[in-house]
């Protein structure tokens, strides 16, 4: 039976090619654009590391020094806070960092061409705690040292992708040894470096030992506040400058309450010492409790999801009415058939086949245009291009919701068909 109603369907879509061609784009623009929003929103709300997101927190601390209504507990630190939590035995890794970039080359090239490229000055604890792939080499071991870990991008564009560990890199004029070189790497949202619109950046090209990079200069390129003058990063280890982020790692509860208590322990002596002017808080947030406060899924996209399901039910309700027409001009056929001994249970199969096949055919044209409109919407949203990805779990909706949509105009018709009176049509 199966096979007998597809062959009936491929013979109405024969008899009414420019109706089912219209229904077939009606419901397929409809899908599409919600599932390319979809899209969207599932990667600025997903789980970047979903494997252990509960184990990871950010620190944040309220060490200003200063009486300020306006000191909530900072995202960044001071670098005597940072290397506080750096040098805590607590949790399983922890990870101190600030963004910085530079201009890199090989040193052994004949060319001058140099890329521009992110760099992540860090400790090393950082690759454990993020789960950082690597295809060659390892991690450094120490956060000082002449030695960098490089991105596959940029271990494409200098070295073609080959093992480029134990080549020199030049750096601004300086010569650093690579020791380690990472797969190809995405976190969507990019939880390490939420703030100051980044969550949706690529993972970073360059990472150098934070003291490294703090003795050779190289600049702050995140947000700072800082209650004195300075003349560059490499006197802010003793300074009230704060641009340091800090994450860790924390197996268990008992660990998060031992180093809560850790913290706050160490805010106590900044008050008993009379540096600490304001009320202890310290907060640790995991990472998808870290993104929601950062508000990184965009109010514009989750607006326009609402809108593509409204303009899909208007899809829905053009389609059913396009196929209560159909099915209308047809009633001589199905009174006839009903005549010759089919039952309503019969003609609803033969229909429901019909718009089934209708509905695969939608989603595979569906994900074609979500496609479209995804590439489309970063035109309109140059930030979030790096989201511009459909996921497989987003095909099988999309193939889904074109089923549903597609079966769900058609229920009226179908309806309208089966009330027909037989004698009435046969007259």
């Not at 409809?30 to 997903?46: C, D, F, K, Q």
């Not at 306006?70 to 101190?96: C, G, M, N, W």
Request: hydrophobic share 45%.
């Amino acid at each position: 039976m199966l096979r007998y109603n597809l062959r009936l369907a491929l013979q109405s879509f024969k008899r009414a090619p420019s109706l089912y061609f219209l229904v077939l784009i009606t419901l397929s623009v409809g899908v599409g654009l919600l599932s390319a929003n979809l899209a969207l929103v599932s990667a600025m709300a997903g789980d970047p590391i979903p494997e252990k997101s509960d184990q990871l927190f950010h620190v944040s601390m309220n060490t200003w020094p200063n009486d300020q209504p306006q000191a909530e507990p900072f995202h960044i630190l001071r670098y005597r806070e940072a290397i506080k939590i750096a040098e805590s035995d607590i949790p399983t890794h922890s990870a101190v960092f600030y963004a910085s970039g530079v201009y890199a080359r090989d040193s052994k090239s004949t060319s001058l061409q140099r890329f521009d490229s992110t760099v992540r000055a860090t400790t090393p604890g950082f690759f454990a705690l993020a789960n950082a792939p690597f295809a060659y080499g390892s991690a450094f071991a120490k956060s000082s040292g002449m030695e960098v870990v490089i991105g596959d991008e940029l271990n494409q564009k200098i070295f073609a992708g080959k093992n480029s560990v134990g080549e020199v890199l030049e750096l601004d004029g300086e010569l650093l040894t690579i020791v380690g070189v990472l797969k190809p790497w995405f976190l969507r949202p990019l939880f390490y470096h939420a703030t100051e619109g980044r969550a949706f950046d690529l993972t970073d090209d360059i990472y150098a030992p934070l003291e490294t990079s703090i003795d050779l200069g190289w600049s702050i390129h995140a947000r700072t506040s800082s209650t004195v003058s300075y003349k560059g990063v490499k006197f802010t280890r003793d300074r009230n400058v704060f641009y340091l982020q800090a994450w860790v790692e924390l197996a268990n509860k008992s660990d998060k309450k031992a180093f809560q208590y850790y913290l706050d322990q160490y805010s106590q002596s900044l008050k008993t010492a009379g540096e600490h002017p304001l009320a202890i808080r310290n907060e640790l947030r995991d990472v998808n409790a870290w993104l929601l406060e950062q508000n990184i899924v965009d109010q514009k996209v989750l607006a326009f999801t609402l809108a593509s399901v409204l303009f899909l039910c208007v899809c829905v309700f053009n389609a059913s009415s396009l196929l209560l027409s159909r099915f209308h001009s047809a009633k001589f056929e199905v009174g006839l058939r009903r005549a010759v001994g089919a039952s309503n249970k019969q003609m609803l199969m033969q229909g429901v086949t019909e718009s089934a096949l209708l509905g695969v055919i939608a989603g595979i044209t569906s994900l074609l245009l979500s496609w479209f409109f995804l590439k489309l919407s970063t035109k309109f949203l140059p930030d979030l291009a790096n989201l511009a990805i459909i996921e497989p779990k987003i095909l099988i909706l999309g193939m889904l919701i074109a089923l549903f949509t597609a079966v769900s105009s058609a229920l009226y018709p179908l309806y309208r068909a089966n009330r027909y009176t037989i004698s009435a049509e046969l007259k």
